[in-house]
C-alpha cells in the first residue's frame, strides 16, 4: 500500500512560483511512476506532468511545458513540482498519484495511476 502526502500549496500573484511536495510511504514507491495531476472547479481532473521511477524520463501537458518541472528523490520517498510564471489558470488543487508497483514509467492517463494524495490548493491571483 501507498500513501501519499501534498503540500507546499497556496496563494501566489500570477507571475509567482511554488514549489508542491509529495511524501510517499510504502516501499513500493521506489518501483512506480508517478504524476501530478490537477481539478479546477467544474472541471475534469487533468493531467499535468509524470516521472519515470528512476527520475530520468519526465513527461508534461502542453499548458505547464516549460514552466514547470517534475522531479523526485527516491531517497526520500519525494517527488516535487517546481511551478513557474505561475497564471490564473493555473488554480486548482493539485494531486500527486503513483502507479501500481512495477509500472516504472511516465503516464499522462488518469486510469493508470492507484494511488492518489488528498490534494493541495493552488490559487494564482491576476
Known amino acids: 500500500q501507498v500513501q501519499l502526502v501534498e503540500s507546499g500549496g497556496g496563494l501566489v500573484q500570477a507571475g509567482g512560483s511554488l514549489r508542491l511536495s509529495c511524501a510517499a510511504s510504502g516501499r513500493t514507491f521506489t518501483y512506480a511512476g508517478m504524476g501530478w495531476f490537477r481539478q479546477a472547479p467544474g472541471k475534469e481532473r487533468e493531467f499535468v506532468a509524470s516521472?519515470?521511477?528512476?527520475?530520468?524520463?519526465?513527461y508534461y501537458a502542453d499548458s505547464v511545458k516549460g514552466r514547470f518541472t517534475i522531479s523526485r528523490d527516491n531517497a526520500k520517498n519525494s517527488i516535487y513540482l517546481q511551478m513557474n510564471s505561475l497564471k490564473p489558470e493555473d488554480t486548482a488543487v493539485y494531486y500527486c498519484a503513483a502507479r501500481d508497483t512495477y509500472y516504472n514509467n511516465y503516464s499522462s492517463r488518469l486510469d493508470d495511476y492507484k494511488y492518489w494524495g488528498q490534494g493541495t490548493q493552488v490559487t494564482v491571483s491576476s
Open positions: 516521472v519515470s521511477r528512476s527520475g530520468t524520463s519526465t
